[in-house]
C-alpha cells in the first residue's frame, strides 16, 4: 500500500463546483503539503501544515481552502472551481529523521483535475 | 526569497551518454537542494539531498550532483543513461535549513535515445 494516498486520482467537473482532495498518509508524519503543478511551471506550494492545528497559507492560496482532519489527513477544497484550477495535484509529507533534522518531502502519486 | 533555474526544458541524450541537468539556485542562507524524479502518472521520487554536509552527493539509480557555492550551482550527473531514465527531473531549494518549505524549478523533461 502507498504510504501516501490521495483521492481521486482523476476528476473531471464544472465550473462553480465544489470540489474536496483526500490525502490520507501511513508514514507518521507530522507536516503534510498541497502543491499544484502546471506544465512548465514546476509544483506551486498552495497550503501546508505542521501539525493539526497548524495551517499556512503557500505561494499560491487564493482560491484553495484546507482542512487537517487528524494528523494523518489533510483534505484540498475548491469552493467553486474555474478552468485555470485544472492542473495535477500533488499531496507531500514530512517529518523528522531518527538522528533529529527534517527529512525530504514524500509525495503521493497526484491528483489530475479538469475543470470545464 | 530563494528561487531555482532549471536551464532546458528539455534535454536528450542517447543510451550510454552522460547525462546533464542543470540547476541554479538563489537563496540568502545557506541551503538545502534536492533532486526529484517524476516519472509518468506517478507523483515525486526523491534523487538525492544536499544539507550542507559532503559537497557531492550520491543519489539513487546511479546519480550524483555536486554542490558549487561559488556558482550557486547543484547540477544533477550521471556518467551512462539508460532507457529507464526517462523522466521528468525537478531541483529544489529551501532555505529554511530544513525541508519544510521547497521553492521548485520548473522540470527538465529528459529523453534517453536507443
Known amino acids: 500500500d502507498a504510504d501516501v494516498t490521495q483521492t481521486p486520482r482523476n476528476r473531471i467537473t464544472k465550473t462553480g463546483k465544489r470540489i474536496m482532495l483526500e490525502c490520507s498518509q501511513t508514514?507518521?508524519?507530522?507536516?503534510m503539503y498541497w502543491y499544484r503543478q502546471d506544465p512548465g511551471l514546476g509544483l506551486r506550494l498552495i497550503y501546508y501544515s505542521f501539525d493539526v492545528k497548524d495551517i499556512n497559507k503557500g505561494e499560491i492560496s487564493d482560491g484553495y481552502s484546507v482542512s487537517r482532519q487528524a494528523q494523518a489527513k489533510f483534505s484540498l477544497s475548491l469552493e467553486s472551481a474555474i478552468p485555470n484550477q485544472t492542473a495535477l495535484y500533488f499531496c507531500?509529507?514530512?517529518?523528522?529523521?531518527?538522528?533529529?533534522?527534517?527529512?525530504?518531502?514524500?509525495f503521493g502519486d497526484g491528483t489530475r483535475l479538469s475543470i470545464l | 526569497a530563494q528561487s531555482v533555474t532549471q536551464l532546458g526544458s528539455h534535454v536528450s541524450v542517447s543510451e550510454g551518454a552522460l547525462v546533464l541537468l542543470r540547476c541554479n539556485y538563489s537563496s540568502s542562507v545557506p541551503p538545502y537542494l534536492f533532486w526529484y524524479v517524476q516519472y509518468p502518472n506517478q507523483g515525486l521520487q526523491l534523487l538525492l539531498k544536499y544539507t550542507s554536509a559532503a559537497t557531492l552527493v550520491k543519489g539513487i539509480n546511479g546519480f550524483e550532483a555536486e554542490f558549487k557555492k561559488s556558482e550557486t550551482s547543484f547540477h544533477l550527473t550521471k556518467p551512462s543513461a539508460h532507457m529507464s531514465d526517462a523522466a521528468e527531473y525537478f531541483c529544489a531549494v529551501s532555505d529554511t535549513g530544513s525541508a519544510r518549505q521547497l521553492t521548485f524549478g520548473s522540470g527538465t523533461q529528459l529523453t534517453v535515445l536507443p
Open positions: 508514514k507518521g508524519h507530522d507536516r
Open positions: 507531500a509529507t514530512s517529518g523528522f529523521g531518527r538522528t533529529g533534522g527534517d527529512q525530504p518531502q514524500h
